[in-house]
């Protein structure tokens, strides 16, 4: 069905790639968006959490979450960047990145269920599922 160059391995790198640069855009957008504007992510944030055990956590969850974010899309961006300059470091730095948002998946995964919010859980399924794709390419 492929051509002989587009080898197996090729397919699955690309794989690791395409989900890299998916969870960079994403991730590096909600990270600047909760530095940029965090005074109001931290009131809504308060708002949400209000009648929960992590009501009096907020101030220190949203520099965490905050951070895993961040941290999750600049990795997963370098690694797209330096994946076609040098493969095993590429993928070490991908790696990372994947590790990194997935704690950040997993941390929005539990706020959303505390506070009740089972449509917003279901919804961050999808992108979870990308990023344990990408997980598993990228250690394979």
């Keep these: 069905m492929f051509p002989e160059w587009f080898a197996e ?3 699955i790198e690309l794989v690791a790639v395409a989900t890299g640069a998916f969870l960079a855009v994403i991730f590096l ?3 600047l968006d909760k530095i940029l504007d965090y005074k109001n992510n931290l009131d809504w944030l308060k708002g949400q959490f209000s009648k929960t055990i992590f009501k009096n956590s907020i101030g220190l969850l949203l520099p965490l979450l905050t951070l895993l974010e961040t941290a999750g899309g600049l990795l997963c961006a370098a690694g797209v ?3 076609f300059f ?3 470091y590429g993928g070490v730095i991908l790696f990372l990145g994947h590790v990194f948002v997935l704690l950040a998946l997993l941390s929005l995964m539990l706020g959303q269920r505390v506070v009740k919010e089972y449509a917003g859980a279901a919804s961050l399924t999808g992108y979870i ?3 344990l794709l990408g997980f598993l390419v990228v250690v394979n």
Excluded: D, F, H, T
């Design 81 to 83: 960047a330096v994946y």
């Design 29 to 31: 957008q909600s990270g």
């Design 86 to 88: 040098n493969r095993p």
């Design 129 to 131: 599922i990308i990023a």
């Design 9 to 11: 391995s090729l397919r």
